[in-house]
């Protein structure tokens, strides 16, 4: 089962810490999550946005005893650090900082994943759900585990010590991990629909248009874009919705145009390569249709389909 299981490089994340009393409070304000009553050894996924509800970054965060990590995109780490100390006012007790010169993640990906950690570590390995982290001993470093692959897949992410890092991916790749390629991330990543910043992240589009619902908290109160959200919810007002597409030719350059009967009704943000055949991610205009739907991409005819890790659903 090991030989199923992919281990991609760090430079898929950076790690941002929160830290000090006001941590979850902070967290809760800021992103599209709900944060206030997490525990340690929790986890999810959360949208950072503008006051207007435009898309900054979808992150992972980890919530332990004295910290926040953020698992972010490393393109968007600085701009993230800036944004978020500004919002830390006076009488805040809380802490921003860029974690990568002491942590990194590992990424694993694939069914035997479980399997393969039983056999690096000394005891049984917890049960915990997606939604929770646990530590592991790994080639004698402290690693945070997260039985979450961060694409709906099996899989794990792994906070390792910066210090411990070398030794740790050694032990992983001893126990039958195969080294991964960003273009394997790449692939995998469109077919489960998960969106990327300068992709589908940016600020042309809100978290309910790019299928991030299980993101969203509707019930937590105030937070930087709640009411635009929970206007775009209440009335039903999503103008866009991003969808796989199958493409019958890689497109020329991205973005391209997706249209249907001569008029333009969204946009192919993605697009890759396959042994069967192209595929990609675009959004598409939510009165032209969803998934079934033909459009056309400079050309050619493009199916529209769903995707695993996006949702589209009002609540």
């Known amino acids: 089962m090991t030989e199923s299981v992919l281990l991609f490089e760090p430079s898929l994340w950076s790690v941002i810490q929160v830290s000090d009393r006001d941590r979850l409070t902070f967290l809760h304000n800021q992103s599209t999550q709900s944060f206030r009553q997490r525990q340690p050894g929790e986890a999810c996924e959360t949208v950072l946005v503008t006051a207007t509800a435009r898309i900054l970054d979808l992150a992972i965060a980890l919530i332990d005893q004295e910290a926040v990590w953020l698992l972010v995109s490393p393109s968007r780490q600085a701009d993230l650090l800036q944004r978020l100390d500004r919002y830390i006012f006076f009488s805040d007790q809380v802490a921003v900082s860029d974690a990568d010169s002491t942590l990194a993640v590992l990424t694993l990906v694939g069914d035997g994943t479980r399997s393969l950690l039983q056999t690096v570590v000394a005891d ?19 690693v945070q585990w997260v039985n979450y692959s961060g694409l709906g897949l099996p899989g794990s992410l792994l906070l390792v010590p910066v210090s411990g890092l070398a030794a740790v991916q050694a032990t992983i790749q001893a126990a039958g991990a195969q080294p991964a390629t960003a273009e394997q991330w790449e692939l995998l990543r469109i077919q489960q629909g998960r969106p990327a910043v300068d ?7 809100n978290p309910l248009e790019a299928g991030l619902w299980h993101t969203l908290s509707f019930d937590k109160g105030c937070y930087i874009g709640q009411e635009t959200i929970a206007r775009l919810n209440t009335y039903k007002g999503v103008k866009q919705r991003l969808y796989g597409l199958q493409l019958t030719a890689l497109p020329s350059q991205l973005p391209a145009p997706l249209s249907l009967e001569g008029e333009k009704v969204g ?6 390569a ?10 598409l205009r939510t009165k032209a249709g969803g998934a079934g739907l033909t459009v ?7 199916s529209v389909v769903n995707c695993p890790y996006l949702h589209h659903t009002y609540l």
């Open 124 to 142: 049984a390995l917890p049960e915990i759900t997606e939604s929770q982290h646990a530590t592991l001993a790994i080639a004698g470093q402290s």
């Open 267 to 272: 946009v192919l943000t993605s697009a890759i």
């Open 199 to 205: 992709r589908e992240l940016t600020e042309d589009y």
């Open 274 to 283: 396959t042994a069967t055949g192209a595929i990609g991610l675009g959004y």
């Open 296 to 302: 056309d991409c400079e050309g050619q005819p493009a």
